[in-house]
């Protein structure tokens, strides 16, 4: 059974660009979350998707949008890149609203 | 807002000893509180899933035990091994169901 997958692992991108990362919940799971994780730092909550809509959102500028499809797979969108955008990006998924968490390995950022 | 804090930040131990780490929120209605595991660079790896109704979860050398009233939880590691060497992260659930993670702690264990 796999458990939630992310692409790509790895990314680097210039200021100003725009990256789209994606995400496949494990069987099973209907509600998808998206966290940050800078260098030292715990995850930061970004937004949490469920039924294609945004239910939850943390404290994260309108730059970043998302997006849940009807197999409840993932993107998320991050436009106009700023250097401190620079992070693990780690997805999350869950069965229902009080089921423990399903993290993937998370996609590496680095915006230059 | 929740804040949670985990201490020690960092811990360096010899194989084979028995370890806690604390952890510590500030909202104490929380419907479950999650231990996760990761290592560098890597995603997380949950531990122990404890629900609000509970008081303790064990899986192996592990035991996670969970006072909501004084907002604490606390995970017992027994005879460390150098495969343990990770950042541990609590990580409670409010009423948005949307966990709250501390910095963690970063655990060495040394042969």
């Known amino acids: 059974d796999a458990g939630v997958t992310q692409s790509p692992t790895h990314l680097i991108k210039t200021r100003g660009q725009q990256v789209t990362l994606r995400c496949s919940p494990k069987s099973g799971h209907d509600t998808v979350s998206w966290y940050q994780q800078a260098l030292g730092q715990g995850p930061q909550f970004i937004f949490q998707?469920?039924?294609?809509?945004?239910?939850q959102r943390g404290n994260f500028p309108d730059r970043f949008s998302g997006h849940q499809f009807p197999n409840y797979s993932s993107e998320l969108n991050v436009n106009a890149l700023l250097l401190g955008d620079s992070a693990l990006y780690l997805c999350a998924s869950s069965p229902v609203a009080r089921g423990g968490y399903t993290f993937g390995s998370g996609t590496r950022l680095t915006v230059v | 807002k929740q804040e949670v804090t985990q201490i020690p930040a960092a811990l360096s131990v010899p194989e084979g000893e028995n370890l806690v780490l604390n952890c510590s929120f500030t909202d104490s209605a929380i419907y479950n509180l999650q231990w996760f595991r990761q290592d560098p660079g890597k995603g997380l790896t949950s531990l122990l899933l404890i629900q609000s109704s509970q008081r303790e979860q064990t899986s192996g050398r592990l035991n996670a035990s969970l006072d909501k009233s004084s907002g604490r939880s606390t995970l017992y590691i027994a005879a460390s091994q150098p495969g343990d060497s990770a950042t541990y992260l609590c990580a409670p659930s409010g009423g948005s169901y949307i966990p709250t993670f501390g910095r963690g702690t970063s655990l060495i264990v040394h042969p």
């Open positions: 998707y469920y039924e294609e809509e945004e239910r």
